[in-house]
């Protein structure tokens, strides 16, 4: 029997060092990465929101012709809606309403199939392929934004036109305003005429309280059309 090889531990440990030191430096590396990948993606991000100077609406019903227009929405339903209100000294106020794409959507949970999602730029949609029209979403929204579409049998609402402003276009509710009482863009590019205006304007949503987070701001809101 010839001699057991020796064994250099000291060589060993340093070999198993360098080893850790390396798969360290990989992970570190690694998570770094995810990091700025992260990051990039962000910048990418856009959060579509609408803001509202309640003060220049004076219910010309444009922004709703257009939007019927625009989505084949049925006479009997409405995407977005201007109210009446009137207020204790007499005077009147429009007020357009619409879905709030809000940040934290109470219709999404509720629904049995998905069809309903916040998408990565904010858009709360409803894929109307999933859709089963079961109307739990409808239920679940705070803010009336939801109906049941008689053309296509199943749950619809405002999805900002979305088909327009991926093409660089603003939603058709927008661009009919004759006074500039809607205004659309991305919170997120501190640019943005929206940005600022929400930024630099002090703005209301509707009902805070619910925790919905909506994205339609609204400036100069009466406390009477606030519900
Ligand atoms: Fe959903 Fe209603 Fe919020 Fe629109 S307003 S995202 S339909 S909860
Ligand atoms: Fe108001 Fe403009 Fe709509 Fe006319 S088009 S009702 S002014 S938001």
Not at 73 to 81: D, E, K
Request: glycine letters at 8%.
């Amino acid at each position: 029997m010839g001699d057991k090889p020796k064994v250099d531990t000291s060589r060993r440990k340093l070999l198993q060092t360098a080893a850790g030191a390396l798969a360290t430096g990989f992970v570190v590396a690694t998570a770094l990465q995810v990091e700025v990948a992260e990051a990039e993606e962000r910048k990418q991000r856009r959060r579509y929101a609408m803001y509202v100077d309640v003060e220049k609406c004076y219910g010309c019903m444009a922004c709703v012709a257009a939007c019927a227009a625009e989505n084949n929405v049925p006479i009997s339903v409405f995407r977005t809606w201007v109210e009446r209100h009137v207020l204790p000294g007499g005077s009147v106020v429009f007020v357009p309403k619409l879905c709030n794409h809000c940040e934290n959507p109470p219709c999404v949970k509720p629904c049995p199939t998905g069809a309903t999602f916040k998408n990565e730029d904010g858009l709360v949609l409803v894929d109307s392929e999933k859709c089963i029209g079961c109307g739990a979403c409808i239920n679940a929204c705070p803010y009336g934004a939801r109906f049941f579409n008689p053309l296509t049998g199943v749950v619809d609402k405002c999805t900002l036109c979305d088909h327009r402003i991926y093409s660089g276009r603003v939603p058709a509710c927008v661009e009919a305003c004759p006074t500039g009482a809607r205004v659309f863009g991305d919170l997120e590019d501190p640019n943005s005429e929206i940005a600022k205006l929400v930024g630099e304007t002090p703005t209301q949503v509707l009902k805070p309280e619910t925790g919905a987070r909506p994205k339609v701001y609204y400036k100069d809101l009466p406390e009477v059309a606030s519900r």
